[in-house]
């Protein structure tokens, strides 16, 4: 009978070392107490590996897994996995990012009510400094209070259920869910960020990335309550850490609760040095039953993967070049950045996704349709988005994703398209890639242009009318923004859309400079 290397580089819960143990087709080695170089030559013949956040997955752990088939991130977070790497090698790269979801809500929770009531500083004067001063401690309830959610995913959702439990007036935000999602629970639902600035309480559940890194800053801190309490379990860098800081410092925040940061370990961070924080080291995963379910279904996971039956929460898929033509890949990467570009753009609940291809490329519209998938989905939840549980997420949210094949066009030796259509509109763009390897778009809805797909780019439709450029030009230089490349399209109806290029990020307070212009018909930003 064949069996299957699997080989625990770091410690799991002990229920799941003996999931591998008790199979017999599974050859089990724990490692996770020898030296990181000698792992190096225990997993050279391994099948499958299960990885924490001491070891990392880098060029030397890939070079020397030379029978790798998987990898079993045991966690959530994949940031010392080199998936990149791992993709060329073939190696599948997996997580498991539903395991720590109640221990994340339920130190939400614990957060929130210790900024209310100052829990850790009263327990302190008492335990500590024996000293016993009732009058010193008078807090504030949850019951009646408007909590602002940012992000009304896996965790979002359950904080909201628990905090109604407090009678607490919740109001969620989250542009890419349906609204019903949060009012079928009782759960109120804004579009407006603004509602959420005038919350009493305000606490974060977004991913990380590039729309939600500084998400809340020094503009908006200035818009909130005086008083406001602020909470994040989430992602380090969601919050502005210096803003944050100078809040807490001029009482314009009155607490916060704080489980992540910026860099780690924060030992030394200024934010510990206010009297108005509760902090804890990263705590989201750190219960029994969280680290019971990441090490079981991790040696499951493992398990599957060994055998071939299944890689669960997949975060990558091998392309064996061998196997398709070289001009496909490309393609594929660009189409997922077509679908995360039209998701920026056209913000709302997805109702549908349609691919389209011209020329050979439309041979492989199955693989181009996934890729596009993962890109549009990839910032809309904190759900783990890969190219095995694409389409699967995609039907639970009610997206229809459908491929064509279009007639060839003699400009064009290969087209691409991706059209999404959301509760608001529709958002057509079609690109290809010339001799030259790069990625060009040609057609934004209709606008005929040729811009390549990378960095800040601002959108700004217009009636065709002179010195609209001009404006545009002006309003830019005098917020200090310079422009990269500013290309220009028209359409059949009399309009333009100029994409502007920019070498920093562009403010919402510059955008809206450009949304108050005469000609000004819309104004879009997309970071890729």
Known sequence: MEKYKIVVCDHIHEEGLRMLQDDDQVDYVFAADIDKTALLDVIADADVTITRSSTDVDEKFIAAAKNLKAIVRAGVGVDNVDIEGCSKEGIIVMNVPTANTIAAVELTMTHMLSCMRMFPYSHDHLKNQRIWKRELW?????????LGIIGFGNIGSRVGIRSKAFEMDVIAYDPYINASKATDLG??????????LSCDIITIHTPKNQETIDMIGAEEIAKMKDGVVLVNCARGGLYNEEALYDGLKSGKIRFAGIDVFKKEPATDNPLLDLDNIVVSPHLGANTFESQYNIGTQAAQQAIEAAKGIAYPHAMNLPIDESKIPAFVKPFLEMGQKLGFMATQINKAPVVSIRVSGQGDIAEYLDSLATFTTVGV??????????????DFVAE???????????????????????KLTTEKSVIRISATIFDDQKQHIVDINGFRLDIEPKGNLVLFRNTDVPGVIGHVGTILADENVNIADFRLGRNDSGEALAVIITDSAVKEDTLGKLRELDAC??????RL
């Open 377 to 390: 989905l990839a910032d809309m939840t904190d759900e783990t988005i890969n190219y095995v549980n694409a």
């Open 396 to 418: 639970n949210r009610g997206i229809k994703v459908e491929s064509e094949a279009e007639p060839g066009s003699s400009v064009y030796k290969n087209l691409i398209s991706v």
């Open 187 to 196: 759960v109120k639902y804004t579009e407006d960020f603004n509602d959420i």
């Open 138 to 146: 008078y807090g504030h309830e949850l019951k009646g209070k408007k």
């Open 521 to 526: 018909l819309g104004v879009d930003y997309v």
